[in-house]
């Protein structure tokens, strides 16, 4: 079964683009998670949803950043405009309710120059 | 407030030493999960292990081991012989329940991370 898939894995952008990340969770999970890393605060949640349905976005930065799930078999986060201090791997992972394990995927590398 | 504090920012070794790396946690539940994450240089994060607060018994998985003391609230993490393909950053993690046991699934916590270098 496939994991996690995450698109796209790397991208440069220069400040002010739009840019669109993109998750396709593991089929028959309910829960989604969003998070960024970065050096100086590590891994910190962005937003999860449940059954599609966003729980818990307190830690969307600002107004700039949006995530959606329109389905249960896919998500996005956007960031518009971008800023520099948007870089970061963005990790998106799934699970399943009673589980409490989240399974990762391989994270979307940003760079905003 | 929860919180995960992971103290050795970077633990050095060479092979075959046997290396633990701490972890303590804060929470005010009493249902909740611990994790441990590798992180190798390719950047995927790694499952290594869960636990569940009612569960204190300690776990070995081949050259892993895992000591959850609630008493002190740690969950600290031992390789045994280490290699030089363990060198990663580990976090540990923690995620409550809403709701107890078998309730919604929260998101993670995830202290700092300790990077564990090898060398042969």
């Known amino acids: ?113 | 407030a929860q919180k995960v504090t992971q103290a050795q920012t970077e633990i050095s070794v060479v092979e075959k030493e046997d290396v633990t790396l701490d972890c303590v946690y804060e929470t005010r539940d009493t249902t909740y999960y611990l994790f441990w994450y590798k992180q190798p240089p390719s950047g995927e994060l790694v499952f290594l292990i869960r636990r569940n607060s009612f569960d204190e018994q300690n776990e070995i998985s081949g050259r892993y081991s895992w000591n959850f003391q609630k008493s002190t609230s740690s969950f600290n993490f031992t390789i045994t012989a280490s290699q030089v393909v363990d060198s990663a950053v580990y976090f540990c993690a923690l995620s409550e329940s809403r709701g107890g046991y078998g309730g919604s699934q929260g998101n993670l916590i995830f202290g700092k991370g300790t990077k564990l270098s090898v060398k042969p």
């Open chain 1, 1 to 113: 079964d496939a994991g996690v898939i995450q698109s796209p894995r790397h991208e440069v952008t220069e400040m002010g683009q739009e840019v669109t990340l993109r998750c396709k969770p593991i089929s028959g999970h309910d829960y989604l998670f969003w998070y960024r890393q970065t050096m100086m605060r590590g891994l910190e949640l962005l937003i999860y949803f449940n059954n599609n349905v966003p729980i818990d976005d307190s830690g969307m930065p600002e107004d700039r950043f949006s995530a959606k799930m329109p389905n249960a078999s896919f998500s996005t986060l956007k960031i518009q405009p971008s800023e520099p201090r948007d870089s970061a791997v963005y990790f998106c992972a799934s699970g399943i309710q009673g589980d409490y394990e989240q399974y990762f995927g391989p994270g979307t590398r940003l760079t905003v120059t």
